[in-house]
């Protein structure tokens, strides 16, 4: 007999009062000051605000990455403050595809081995149940990016915006149900910043996924559903986003 509960819940990303304070020395710094936030499976939301107002602070958080000062984060009905170590970073791995304002690339590495890298330690290939890296998606991300050519060059050949699509084919190879992106799209020109924004939001809708992004840029934000003012730690203002339809077609838009 199948039981079906009410019990999924409801809220993918779920934070209660949640707060940063950072000491520096003797100064304390309040980074994020009691946000409350309740984000529902496949949102897409922007976080808009000005430098300094809180956005990474409350994305590390957010990705597990940092402990709160108070309150909580519930990813999927699960308080980061209830997992020991090991298991926050397991969720993590499996459940959260980031993409950091400083990219975070592996300098060692070439562009195909951070990729491949990040699939590695998602725990995918592993096990007896483990799947391999599916390199027709990856050769589908890297077209999106326009990264195709660049696969076997290390970070430091790289420009910023293609070491930003590094990043953000890395976050999505392991199609995660969760992407956290900071500022992805802030090294980038229009035509490759259109392309990033096409390539989240697709993959947003075809594959269900929540995402949350940092921007600085009004027009990027404008494709989230919804979008959130930061200042000052606090989020300030919720607005709704406008039609996705506005988005400049991508250039390098695969077929659907
Ligand atoms: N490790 C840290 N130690 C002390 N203070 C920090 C630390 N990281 C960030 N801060 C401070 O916390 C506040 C919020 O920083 P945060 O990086 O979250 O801002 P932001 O909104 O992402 O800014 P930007 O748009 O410039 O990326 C800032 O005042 C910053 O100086
Ligand atoms: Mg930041």
Redesign the pocket.
Known sequence: MTVVTSEQPRHIILTENLTKI?A?GRIQ?V??RGVSLAVEPGEFVAIV??????????FYLLGGLTRATEGRVVIDGVDFAALKDHERTKLRKHRIGFVF?KFNLLPTLSAMGNIEIAYTVSGRASGPNGVPMDRQYLDHLSEMLAIKGRLEHRPAELSGGEQQRVAIARALITRPAIVLA??PTGNLDTKSSDAVLHMLLRSNRELGQTTLM?T?NPEAAAIAGRILH?RD?QIVHEAAGSSPAALRPAVSAAPS
């Open positions: 950072y520096a710094v980074a994020v605000g000005p430098s300094g107002s809180g956005k990474s602070t409350l304002q900071d500022e940092i600085h930061m730690g």
